[in-house]
């Protein structure tokens, strides 16, 4: 069983007691491990991404940032993409 099988139970239990439940799904991303698979494979990976280019891993940090603030006060049991589409 995938965890985006168990979120909408969890989080269906769990907004009852005020605890928000997401899951962040990351798409490539541009850090030393990726970089480090070889620029042949980055290049073939990113030519995947609809959007042409791989996440800055500040592009993912803003959007759990987002999550876990007091800014987000409704959203959950979601799997939010951060890929560009893919």
């Known amino acids: 069983m995938y965890a985006s099988e168990l979120i909408p139970k969890a989080a269906k239990r769990w907004s ?6 997401n ?10 491990a990726f970089r480090a698979v070889g620029h ?3 290049l073939s990976r990113t030519a995947l ?5 791989i996440a ?5 940090a803003k959007m759990i ?5 007091e800014d987000n006060t409704f959203t959950t049991g979601q799997v939010i993409s951060v890929s560009g589409g893919e």
């Not at 009852?16 to 439940?21: N, Q």
């Open 49 to 53: 991404v609809p959007m042409k280019r």
């Open 16 to 21: 009852e007691k005020g605890v928000l439940t």
């Open 23 to 32: 899951i962040v799904r990351i798409g490539v991303a541009n850090t030393e």
């Open 56 to 60: 800055e891993p500040d592009e993912i």
């Open 40 to 42: 042949e494979s980055v």
């Open 65 to 69: 940032d987002w999550l876990i603030s």
